[in-house]
C-alpha cells in the first residue's frame, strides 16, 4: 500500500478549494485536514457541509478521509491551540493554500489575509519535518500593469497594480519566493477562474460574470466592449486538476 500523503488545504470552503477537494479525492493515497476559519471543530465542519452540499463525494469523505480545522491563518499557529498545532504539523506532507481575501477593502485589511496569512503559512511549513512541497495559490494578476510577455519568474511591482488586492496578492508571493530557498514550493497563477469547463456550475459571481448579469437582467442594454475582446479565463475544475497535479509532481518543484 502507497504511503499515504497528507494535505493542509487552507480557505477549503472557498470556491477554488473546493474543488480542488474534489480532486485531493480522486487520490486514493491522499488525506485532508480542510482548514476553515471557525470558532470550533463543530462549526467548521458545518460550514463545510453548507458549501459542499452538492458534491456528496465531499461531505461523504467528512471524518474519513477529510477532516475538518477550525482556524484562521491570520493568527499565528493558524488559530488553532498549540497541541493541535504541533499535531497536524508533525503529519502533513503537502500544503496548498487557497486562503485569500478578494474583497474591496483598504490594503491594510487585505493584507491580513493574502500577506499576513501566507507568512503564517510559511512558518508553518517550517515546523512540518515531513514537508514534500507547499503549493501557494496566486494570481496572475500579480503582473500588474505589465503588457507583452510575462516570465514566470517575473515579480516585479514597477509597473503598478490596478487594486489593492493585486498588490497583497504580489506582496505574499514576494513572502513566498523568498521562503523557496527554505522550502519546496511551487506557486500557480491563475487568471479569471470561472465555472466548470463541462457544466458550467459556479456560485461566487465575480469577475466578468458581474457585467453579463446585469445584461442578462435588463440592467445594462448594451456591453460597452468589442465584439473581438478576448478574455483571460480558465475553468475552475482545470485548475484544481492541475494543482493537484503538480503538487505531487517534482518536476514542478521550485516552479
Not at 103 to 109: G, T, W
Not at 172 to 199: H, N
Not at 243 to 252: E, I, M, N, S
Request: without cysteine; positive net charge.
Amino acid at each position: 500500500m502507497a504511503t499515504l500523503k497528507y494535505v493542509l488545504l487552507t480557505g477549503a470552503n472557498g470556491f477554488i478549494a473546493t474543488h480542488i477537494a474534489r480532486a485531493l479525492l480522486s487520490r486514493a493515497d491522499v488525506m485532508v485536514f480542510a482548514l476553515v476559519r471557525a470558532k470550533n471543530p463543530e462549526d467548521a465542519k458545518a460550514k463545510l457541509l453548507r458549501e459542499w452540499w452538492d458534491y456528496p463525494e465531499l461531505t461523504a469523505a467528512l471524518n474519513v478521509r477529510i477532516q475538518a480545522v477550525s482556524g484562521d491563518v491570520t493568527q499565528p499557529n493558524l488559530g488553532m491551540p498549540q497541541e493541535q498545532y504541533r499535531d497536524i504539523a508533525g503529519k502533513v506532507t503537502h500544503i496548498i493554500h487557497t486562503a485569500a481575501d478578494w474583497r474591496l477593502l483598504p490594503l491594510d485589511e487585505l493584507r491580513k489575509t493574502n500577506v499576513q496569512g501566507t507568512a503564517n503559512i510559511i512558518e508553518f511549513a517550517k515546523q512540518t519535518p515531513n514537508i514534500e512541497r507547499l503549493s501557494h495559490i496566486s494570481t496572475a494578476y500579480v503582473a500588474g500593469g505589465a503588457t507583452g510577455t510575462v516570465s514566470e519568474e517575473q515579480l516585479t511591482d514597477q509597473y503598478g497594480f490596478a487594486t489593492d488586492y493585486e498588490r497583497s496578492k504580489y506582496e505574499g508571493e514576494q513572502l513566498i519566493s523568498s521562503a523557496k530557498t527554505q522550502l519546496p514550493i511551487s506557486v500557480f497563477r491563475p487568471s479569471m477562474v470561472v465555472g466548470d469547463s463541462q457544466t458550467g456550475a459556479i456560485k461566487t459571481f465575480n469577475t466578468f460574470y458581474f457585467p453579463l448579469r446585469l445584461y442578462l437582467t435588463g440592467r445594462m442594454r448594451l456591453l460597452p466592449v468589442s465584439r473581438s475582446l478576448r478574455l483571460n479565463i480558465v475553468p475552475v475544475d482545470y485548475v484544481a486538476k492541475a494543482v493537484v497535479q503538480l503538487t505531487f509532481d517534482p518536476k514542478a518543484l521550485g516552479k
